[in-house]
């Protein structure tokens, strides 16, 4: 099976699909997506780190959370969600805000979907992420999208390793 994050950019219209094996049965693998302790320990690129401020999973919830630099620069974002179906799926919107989470409309918004399913004793997650435009995608992806989610994915695998051997 492979584990290595996998990226197909559909331009035409406006979405991106990110595949990822992870080597963990599937509750732990959505737990580590849904709960802001687990999410604060992998969800942000290294040298960053995750914060929370707030998170409600649930339909019509969010997480606030904060990118934090090795400088103390944060980078706030809000994931507002709209559809949940525990160990199956998730979608949401994925917006850049300010510390009191207001979002910021000089950057692109995201909807995603996150799909969940059992692979043998492994974890596939399947996220479509669709952008209001192809311009939206192509900055994303010049913010260093895709080395950071790869990155992130990379950690998640450290703290899944912790999780399965507990």
């Known amino acids: 099976m492979d584990f290595k994050t996998n990226y197909v950019k ?6 991106m699909t990110v595949t990822r094996n992870f080597d963990a049965p599937i509750d732990q693998v959505w737990t580590a997506w849904t709960d802001s302790k687990i999410l604060d320990q992998w969800w942000a690129p290294e040298p960053y780190k995750a914060k929370t ?6 339909e019509g919830g969010y997480w606030h959370y904060a990118m934090v630099g090795p400088d103390g620069m944060e980078i706030w974002a809000r994931i507002d969600y709209k559809k949940i179906v525990p160990q199956k799926y998730f979608t949401a919107r994925d917006s850049f805000c300010n510390a009191e989470g207001v979002k910021n409309n000089d950057f692109p918004n995201m909807d995603w979907v996150n799909n969940f399913s059992k692979v043998g004793d492994a974890t596939t997650v399947v996220v479509e992420i669709t952008f209001d435009s192809e311009a939206d995608m ?15 994915h990379g950690n998640l695998d450290k703290v899944l390793k912790k999780m399965v051997a507990a």
């Open 10 to 15: 559909d331009a035409a219209n406006k979405k």
């Open 138 to 152: 192509e900055k994303i992806m010049e913010m260093g999208f895709k080395e950071g989610f790869e990155m992130a």
């Open 53 to 58: 401020k707030s998170m409600n999973f649930k």
